[in-house]
């Protein structure tokens, strides 16, 4: 079974500083594909940004970007000049390639890590 | 678009109660997924439906929990009975195809006293 884990609970940074967040990630399979999503206070789960495992270069959505490392099954997400809209917790999540078994299209969702960021 | 929504947003109720979680996906969209989340587990996937079909539910913790998708616009997550260690908050999503981003309703709080 593939798991995701996110090993910092906690982070903080300063406005308009740049700060990176950790992701591994265990599974058997050559395809997939990986994501962040942002949870602010109001709950609502938001799309950051997204990897497609075949792809080599690094997704990047404005001031998010990801460093991809397939082979150390790593994929950290970097958010630069932060803001304090920024301040949330935030979910590697993976999902498969492949349909099997029921699997097709599930989510599967690190703990989190809670983003602060100080004016 | 409204996108997914979800009622009610909060539910408090009693221990032995029935909760019953309501959903609506966006227009058109073919999968609907529903996930837990706590503080001790995360977020874990529940149940999805392809075409109103659930696929999977190997996900719903017991028996006490259900859920049907009797059309395409709308989807209810029952418990019955209610208890305190299913206080969470229980998240609908929806997407076009099985790989297409998902998008999230806001949740709904659910705490059983």
């Known amino acids: 079974a593939q798991t995701v884990t996110q090993s910092q609970p906690e982070m903080s940074v300063q406005e308009a500083e740049t700060v990176t967040l950790s992701c591994t990630y265990d599974t058997s399979e050559s395809d997939y594909y990986l994501f962040w999503y942002k949870q602010p206070p109001s709950r609502q789960m938001i799309l950051v940004i997204r990897?497609?495992?075949?792809?080599?270069q690094n997704a990047t959505e404005n001031r998010f970007s990801v460093n991809f490392q397939k082979a150390a099954k790593s994929f950290s997400l970097k958010i630069s000049d932060s803001q304090l809209g920024d301040a949330a917790m935030y979910f590697c999540?993976?999902?498969?390639?492949?349909?099997?078994?029921?699997?097709?299209?599930?989510?599967?969702f690190g703990k989190g890590t809670k983003l602060s960021v100080k004016p | 678009d409204a996108g997914v929504i979800q009622s009610p947003r909060h539910e408090v109720t009693e221990m032995g109660q029935e909760v019953t979680l309501r959903c609506k996906p966006i227009s058109g969209h073919d999968y609907l997924f529903w996930y837990r989340q706590t503080m001790m587990r995360g977020l874990e996937l529940l149940i999805y439906f392809n075409n109103n079909v659930p696929i999977d539910d190997s996900g719903m913790p017991e028996d006490r929990f259900s859920a049907k998708m009797p059309n395409a616009s709308f989807s209810t997550l029952k418990i019955q009975p209610s208890e305190p260690r299913d206080s969470a908050v229980y998240f609908c999503?929806?997407?076009?195809?099985?790989?297409?981003?998902?998008?999230f309703g806001p949740g709904t709080r659910l705490t059983v006293l």
């Open positions: 999540a993976y999902r498969s390639a492949f349909s099997y078994g029921g699997s097709q299209g599930n989510l599967i």
């Open positions: 990897q497609e495992a075949y792809k080599q």
């Open positions: 999503a929806s997407s076009l195809g099985a790989y297409n981003e998902q998008f």
